[in-house]
Nanobody, 127 residues
Framework: QVQLVESGGGLVQAGDSLRLSCVAS????????MGWFRQIPGKDREFVAAISGSGRRTSYSDSVKGRFTISRDNAKNTVFLQMYNLKPEDTAVYYCAADWDRYDSSPRKSLYDYDYWGQGTQVTVSS
């Protein structure tokens, strides 16, 4: 069982930066692929970024590629989402998710691949 707690959300202006953190409880954090998803009311939860257990592989949605960076610190059981040049359309609740993966596979983009979810953190970007 893994528990995930996100933090770092807030209200910022367009063009600003923000870093989200997600701390995982439980053992073997490096055996989990980690992902960030986001959701706005009335819309499906969408993929933002993912990283393999080792951190060697990453994947991004086209809408954030070049502006967001996902990373992890396995010694601290933490995954980060560094967001640069934020836009109003990035406004959403951001969720961290964990996918049990012993084989350090390619990062997963489907929310159905993830077993554990955090409670979410709100990011609001004003224009």
């Amino acid at each position: 069982q893994v528990q995930l707690v996100e933090s770092g959300g807030g209200l910022v202006q367009a063009g600003d930066s923000l870093r989200l953190s997600c701390v995982a409880s439980g053992p073997s954090f490096s055996n989990y692929g980690m992902g960030w998803f986001r959701q706005i009311p009335g819309k499906d939860r969408e993929f933002v970024a993912a990283i393999s257990g080792s951190g060697r592989r990453t994947s991004y949605s086209d809408s954030v590629k070049g502006r967001f960076t996902i990373s992890r610190d396995n010694a601290k059981n933490t995954v980060f989402l560094q967001m640069y040049n934020l836009k109003p359309e990035d406004t959403a609740v951001y969720y961290c998710a964990a996918d049990w993966d012993r084989y350090d596979s390619s990062p997963r983009k489907s929310l159905y691949d993830y077993d554990y979810w955090g409670q979410g953190t709100q990011v609001t970007v004003s224009s």
